[in-house]
């Protein structure tokens, strides 16, 4: 997370925006906003039995409150500073997630809270509320978080929902959506920020984007890390390698039995040698040497034995002399006149 420098104190600015509320206005604010000692906001229902008032009556006061502190002379004083916060704002690219901004301005969590009610107060901003598509989220300028949304809904409508892509080309892809925006906001720091915006669009632990429902993204067992590790490792592996590699890359204890079970029930998997697992997308066969064997020659034709055991072994993790084993009983194969192996 970059931090961005500000000139201005936050608290100070804050100090004097409530100066100008009567008491109980001002520790409305205060409590409403986190601005005290006790950074923790608290609900109108909250506030509102503290004085023995309705939510409605509380909502009343916050309003008034916000409608004093615009009107007043202070707030024409500090425009400056809120124009310096449009600036940053501006610079991280127009549209930020709510958390990371406040992060970026300061470390700890009361700060946040005050920069929070100067972005409440202040006209040049907008609040994004989350939603089923995007987290929280503000904007000071408004066309282009515009158009962000709408490459986002793109972006994941172009998706499958088994992809994976590494996070250079996600950001290749989310470009190619983002035909009108100013070029400035084209640096790949500003990009993975925006795309941090999608609830839709998730980044798993090894850096890879696609859909955030799916198992390969928001991995939530063994068999799922299991699919990432080989996914990562991109040639069969031994149960036990799985294993050790779930807890290198996930730090999850996955025990060598169950991982084992595990590859063994899920279909994504693929047993290609003694304990050794592929994944099926990869176009390994199931079933014992015999069963891809006949597979081949089913879908191939006549084979030469040369050909046969190459064709295996680019299924199979097997020993040439296997194949032969397999090609000699003659319950399942024998030669034609050519001397090419057929199904008996």
């Known amino acids: ?52 008032i309705t939510r409605e009556r509380v909502r009343q006061i916050e309003n008034f409150a916000l409608a004093s502190i615009r009107k007043s002379d202070v707030f024409k004083a500090e425009l400056l500073t809120l124009e310096e916060l449009q600036r940053v704002m501006l610079s991280q690219g127009g549209l930020v997630p709510e958390h990371d901004f406040l992060e970026s301005l300061a470390p700890d969590k009361g700060t946040q809270n005050h920069v929070h009610f100067l972005l409440v107060l202040g006209d040049l901003f907008v609040k994004h509320k989350e939603d089923e598509e995007f987290t929280h989220r503000w904007s000071a300028d408004h066309d282009t978080a515009g158009k962000v949304h709408e490459s986002l809904r793109k972006l994941y409508a172009s998706l499958s929902d088994d992809e994976l892509i590494e996070e250079a080309k996600m950001v290749e892809r989310f470009l190619s959506h ?46 799922d890390y299991a699919f990432l590790v080989l996914r990562k490792h991109g040639s069969p592996m031994h149960f036990t390698e799985v294993a050790k590699a779930i807890g290198e890359h996930f730090d999850k204890r996955a025990h060598i039995a169950t991982t084992h079970n595990e ?48 064709k295996v072994m680019r299924e199979r993790y097997v020993k040439p002399n296997t194949i032969l084993v397999n090609l000699q009983d003659p319950k399942y194969f024998k030669k034609n006149k050519e001397g090419k192996y057929v199904v008996a």
Do not use: C
């Open 1 to 52: 997370m970059s931090t961005a420098q500000i000139t201005f104190k936050p608290k100070q600015v804050t100090k004097h925006f409530l100066s100008v509320l009567p008491r109980r206005a001002q520790d409305v604010i205060t409590k409403r906003y986190g601005l005290g000692a006790e950074t923790k906001k608290m609900t109108l229902e909250a506030i509102g039995e503290s004085y023995g």
């Open 178 to 223: 983002l035909k009108d925006v100013s070029e400035e906001y084209k640096n790949e720091e500003i990009l993975r920020r925006w795309l941090s915006l999608s609830k839709k669009i998730g980044k798993n632990p090894l850096g890879e984007w696609g859909m955030a429902h799916s198992p390969n993204v928001n991995a939530r067992g063994v068999r």
């Open 263 to 310: 590859l063994i029930k899920d279909k994504r998997f693929v047993l290609v040698g003694r304990g050794l697992y592929a994944l099926s997308e990869w176009g390994y066969s199931t079933g014992v040497v015999r069963d891809v064997i006949a597979d081949i020659i089913k879908k191939n034709g006549p084979l030469s034995r040369e050909e046969i055991i190459e």
